[in-house]
């Protein structure tokens, strides 16, 4: 069964900190993985989007890589900032169907 | 450019009544996506749609109606409102095939819809 699962459900950090959110997978076949960031009240934003051949992608402080073989994915925030508060969802791509599978979102709160 | 918006913000329905979430994006996309967030869960595709004439189930399309006149508008209709169908709705479109790499989807601000 395709399965997209992440860690920690939430977590909270001090403005200034760094931290790492983590993304499994179960997809086959991969086609793409992707980070969203979810405002509360709002819709998904798109973070980065990597395909099988990319190991690291960046978006600002925020960088995302991926390890196919062992199918994972991690986010990784730099120097938080309270606007950071938000879920963070992975999203993965099979190759051979019409959809996206979602995670269930890493709820991150940063505090001053 | 507006992006993806959507109306109403919020909603409540009784059991059995019917409603349209309306889906607006002003960016010439050809494909468009209706998906549903419960609590704790993640986004389930409910239908979606390759271009103006053409729509396709999803997921989760039980209890749903879609229709495309328009490359700009995507309505989603709910008959017969039950419980299970509250939810935040969120519609988002894309250029090209949500799939790809190449083409990322862009998502509007979400309906929040209770059902008592």
């Known amino acids: 069964k395709n399965q997209v699962e992440q860690s920690p459900q939430s977590l909270i950090i001090l403005e200034g900190k760094n931290c790492t959110l983590q993304c499994n997978y179960t997809v086959s076949p991969f086609s793409n993985l992707r980070w969203y960031k979810q405002d509360t009240g709002r819709g998904p934003v798109s973070l980065t989007i990597m395909t099988f051949s990319e190991n690291t992608k960046s978006n600002g402080r925020y960088t995302a890589t991926l390890d196919a073989d062992t199918k994972q994915s991690s986010l990784h925030i730099t120097a938080s900032q309270l606007s950071d508060s938000a879920s963070y969802i992975c999203?993965?791509?099979?190759?051979?169907?019409?959809?996206?599978?979602f995670g269930t979102g890493t709820r991150l709160q940063v505090f001053p | 450019n507006a992006g993806v918006t959507q109306t109403p913000k919020f909603r409540i329905l009784k059991i059995g009544q019917s409603m349209t979430l309306q889906c607006t994006q002003d960016?010439?996309?050809?494909?468009m996506y209706w998906y549903r967030q419960d609590p704790g869960m993640g986004l389930k595709l409910i239908y979606y749609?390759?271009?103006?004439?053409?729509?396709d189930k999803g997921e989760v399309p039980n209890g749903y109606n879609v229709s495309r006149s328009t490359t700009e508008d995507f309505p989603l209709r709910l008959e017969l409102a039950a419980p299970s169908q509250t939810s935040v709705y969120f519609c988002?479109?894309?250029?090209?095939?949500?799939?790809?790499?190449?083409?990322?989807?862009?998502f509007g601000p979400g309906t929040r819809l209770t059902v008592t």
């Open positions: 988002a479109s894309s250029y090209g095939p949500g799939l790809a790499a190449s083409y990322e989807q862009y």
């Open positions: 749609s390759v271009g103006a004439g053409i729509t």
């Open positions: 999203v993965v791509s099979a190759g051979n169907t019409d959809k996206l599978i």
């Open positions: 960016m010439n996309h050809n494909y």
